[in-house]
């Protein structure tokens, strides 16, 4: 039995699919993507072109014209990097009260 392909009724709820999907199921090809969400390639083609755009996947060559497609740390998580301490440094002293209205 053929699986059903169903067009999503908004880009976001694809993405969502998408990116649920590689987290519970780890890389895909954008063909299997297609195939496990039941969604057309065509939606999730481009969805794969926004999330990767933003930083949310990357896209790795596997044979001539088909890519893996994996999660990505995002942007936010590539700028908040811890940065190292100079020796010696001490942490500042915070109060209650920069803790409750930070």
Do not use: C, H
């Amino acid at each position: 039995m053929k699986p059903t392909i169903t067009q999503p009724s908004n880009p976001q709820s694809v993405d969502r699919k998408v990116l649920l999907l590689l987290r519970r199921k780890g890389a895909q090809t954008i063909e299997s993507l297609s195939r496990l969400t039941g969604i057309g390639w065509g939606p999730v083609y481009k969805s794969v072109d926004r999330l990767s755009r933003s930083g949310q996947v990357s896209l790795a060559p596997v044979y001539p014209n088909e890519y893996r497609v994996s999660l990505s740390a995002g942007p936010l998580t590539r700028m908040i990097q811890p940065q190292p301490r100079p020796a010696g440094a001490t942490f500042p002293q915070l109060s209650r009260a920069d803790l409750l209205y930070a």
